[in-house]
């Protein structure tokens, strides 16, 4: 009687200690009893590495990139026709365009034309420049077809890491740190916002610009190119007024930064500016501040913990065809007038992309 009894409470005993076991291994592993526990949450292209602190908060640590394939190259067609309407009788016209030119693992062009033959071709130091001196020009329309074809893809700080090279090695670039008109980094305003912007790495700045812009400015198609300055002030603009300001504010913060002009790379005609950013490892890697970003959901044990917008993210709308770098507008125009008549000159831009 007593050996039954005993074997009982053995079993119950038995019962118990794994009961037990089995609860604080619950307790540890989902009410994080441990300061260093690392779990790993997947959302879309994205992985994010979580910690948990031992009151259970769950604090958000730096995305880690996943392995993807490197994007594949596109092919499109693009055409860019000028009209340069002229009126009475200005002494000369000069008219400058900027010509698509291949850039490594970006971008490569091939066919490329333009009708009529330009007075000359040169290089400004950064972009491929065609320029049309008119003489004594006469009243009606001249127009300038620039088209070819251009091999692009998304290279953005992700394809940078996965090719893991950089392959412009930029010798000087003093120039991209410098204000200058439209750019005012030394604007004490700037220069404020700047410096509340904090990160441990040029990566984590650039995401805070980003994310400065997405928090503080509003959309809005604004005629003229107001600059970063008066952008600021109004808290408001369109791509050019969003490049802008992220490019005064990366100087600011001693970040090689400059504009790029184009093409998004779908069919439309839609102009375009974004930026470039200098990266010590990667080079020059284009960044969009103009909402170009995606929502990201953040979870944590199958429940939505926080919703933010990262960099970078959408594969079409990084994908573009670079005209120029450096400037706001895809072409100038300039022309001296007659002694003898007030002689001005508009110019229409017609443009086309098609995907081949």
């Known amino acids: 009687m007593n050996k039954k009894e005993t074997k009982d409470y053995s079993i119950f005993i038995h019962i118990l200690f794994f009961g037990i076991i089995g609860f604080a291994a619950f307790a540890f592993f989902t009410l994080g009893g441990k300061k260093d526990i690392n779990t790993i949450v997947k ?3 994205v992985l994010y590495q979580e910690k948990i602190d031992n009151t259970g908060k769950v604090t958000l640590k730096k995305a880690i990139t996943t392995n993807q394939k490197i994007p594949t190259f596109e092919n499109y067609k693009y055409t860019y026709k000028y009209n340069l309407k002229v009126q009475n009788s200005p002494e000369r016209i000069i008219f400058k365009v900027p010509i698509p030119s291949d850039e490594k693992e970006k971008q490569y ?7 009529p033959q330009p007075t000359r071709t040169y290089n400004d130091g950064v972009n491929n420049i065609a320029e049309y001196t008119i003489n004594k020009p006469h009243s009606g329309i001249y127009s300038i077809v620039l088209e070819g074809n251009a091999k692009v893809r998304t290279y953005d700080l992700q394809t940078a890491k996965s090719i893991n090279r950089n392959n412009e090695k ?10 200058e008109r439209l750019i005012e980094s030394n604007d004490i305003v700037i220069k ?5 912007i904090k ?6 700045i650039v995401q805070k610009v980003y994310e400065y812009l997405q928090d503080n400015f509003k959309y809005e198609i604004i005629p003229e190119n107001i600059g970063a300055k008066r952008a600021i002030e109004l808290k408001r603009g369109k791509c050019s007024e969003y490049s802008a300001v992220m490019t005064a504010i990366l100087r600011a913060k001693k970040i090689p930064a400059r504009i790029v002009g184009g093409n998004i790379a779908q069919e439309n005609d839609i102009k375009h500016n974004w930026v470039e950013v200098y990266y010590d490892k990667y080079g ?3 960044v969009d501040p103009t909402d170009q970003g995606v929502n990201v959901n953040i979870y944590h044990n199958g429940k939505l913990l926080k919703q933010e917008k990262q960099l970078s993210s959408d594969k079409i709308n990084m994908k573009y065809i670079t005209s120029s770098r450096n400037e706001f507008t895809p072409w100038s125009i300039s022309y001296s007038v007659s002694q003898r008549a007030n002689g001005n000159v508009s110019v229409e831009e017609i443009l086309k992309i098609q995907k081949l």
């Open 43 to 45: 959302n879309t292209e």
């Open 109 to 115: 062009i091939t066919e490329s034309k333009l009708t």
């Open 170 to 179: 930029t010798k000087n670039l003093s120039r991209y740190l410098q204000p």
């Open 192 to 196: 404020n916002i700047a410096s509340r």
């Open 199 to 204: 990160g441990n790495s040029q990566e984590e």
């Open 284 to 286: 020059w890697v284009a």
